[in-house]
């Protein structure tokens, strides 16, 4: 097995040491065009409902620890231990208590295992669009998730025809509302169809990738267990046990396309959930300064555009979506 995956690694490695000729292939020329067009689509609309992008932050004393197992950059900030951002969401609830409705195209930095190398849907360096709204439910946050998806998809098939017929892809058009399903729903649904798996963690990716080719077309998951996610996720208060939380799942086994929820923001409830989950608070001095001063109660979600790239251009390995692509465990440019 191990001999199987560092063979594996070498041929990815070999592939991607030439990453900077790939850019030169029509193939490359088409994704690159689709991802450009569906940002486009995505700031559009989401200029036209009110919110404002902004430039964000890449570097600081903390980042998101709710990162799914992969490990955060750690490098010394003038004899100070800083991380490169794993996502933005801590920068999000500070800009959205002056701004309302903002958003980020966020680059993040996760070390993922080395397995992921295989997943065909991981990278170690990727792009967020990640936006956050004040005074927002998660509901409100799902109706735009799907709508921003729909925008998305719906213009790429509009205006790059000859792109996605290059790529050999019939992408369906896309109709709000998607399905909602609770996070005891899936389980079950993945027993009826012969995957058990544990209450109260995160769904593996291949489980995931499972519900992705099953359901048949984009749907939600909701209400996660307090386990799986990280601090900032609210418990529902009527719900003990129970976020106020969503991932969006593309269909045809491309898995996740965004997570989000509702967050909690009150200082005593997010030092309790912090010493729960492990983390320090001391390394958050300036979060929890902010939150005890008080922020608005907000909702957001981030999706990621490699990902986005992937299922538009129906791709195999995410990886193809990206200029010079890093790979977990993989040197190359
Ligand atoms: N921070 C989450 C992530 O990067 C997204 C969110 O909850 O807004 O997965
Ligand atoms: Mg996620």
């Given at each position: 097995m191990e001999t199987e995956v560092s063979l594996e690694l070498q041929r990815l490695s070999q592939q991607l040491q030439?990453?900077?000729?790939?850019?030169?292939t029509p193939r490359m020329k088409a994704i690159l065009k689709i991802q450009d067009i569906a940002c486009d689509a995505m700031r559009s609309y989401l200029r036209s409902e009110g919110f404002i992008e902004l430039l964000p932050?890449?570097?600081?004393p903390v980042t998101d620890p709710?990162?799914?197992g992969a490990k955060q950059v750690t490098f010394d900030y003038y004899g100070r231990e800083y991380k490169v951002m794993s996502s933005a969401i801590l920068y999000k609830q500070a800009a959205m208590s002056g701004l309302g409705k903002i958003f980020f195209m966020s680059p993040n930095v996760r070390l993922e295992?080395?397995?992921?190398?295989?997943?065909?849907r991981h990278l170690v360096e990727f792009v967020q669009l990640d936006l956050e709204i004040a005074e927002a439910t998660y509901f409100d946050a799902m109706s735009v998730a799907e709508r921003l998806l729909c925008e998305a998809v719906n213009t790429v098939r509009d205006t790059c025809q000859s792109e996605l017929e290059y790529l050999n892809r019939n992408l369906p058009r896309l109709t709000p509302p998607f399905k909602k399903l609770t996070y005891d729903e899936t389980l079950e649904y993945l027993r009826v169809n012969g995957v058990k798996m544990r209450y109260g963690i995160e769904i593996p990716w291949d489980a995931e990738q499972l519900l992705s080719k099953l359901v048949g077309e984009p749907f939600f998951i909701i209400?996660?267990?307090?386990?799986?996610?990280?601090?900032?996720?609210r418990e529902d208060e009527k719900r003990p046990?129970?976020?106020?939380d969503f991932d969006l799942i593309y269909p045809e086994?491309?898995?996740?396309c965004a997570s989000g929820a509702e967050r909690e923001h009150r200082y005593e409830k997010v030092l309790a959930r912090m010493k729960e989950t492990g983390e320090d608070p001391r390394k958050y001095s300036w979060y929890l300064e902010m939150l005890r001063e008080g922020i608005p109660p907000s909702a957001g979600f981030g999706i990621g555009i490699e990902r986005l790239t992937r299922y538009l251009c129906g791709l195999?390995?995410?990886?193809?979506?990206?200029?010079c692509p890093k790979l977990a465990g993989i040197h190359s440019p």
């Open positions: 030439q990453s900077w000729k790939i850019v030169r932050p890449i570097i600081g709710g990162i799914r295992p080395i397995d992921s190398a295989f997943t065909g209400d996660y267990p307090r386990g799986a996610r990280g601090f900032y996720d046990g129970i976020l106020r086994g491309y898995g996740e195999e390995y995410v990886w193809e979506a990206r200029l």
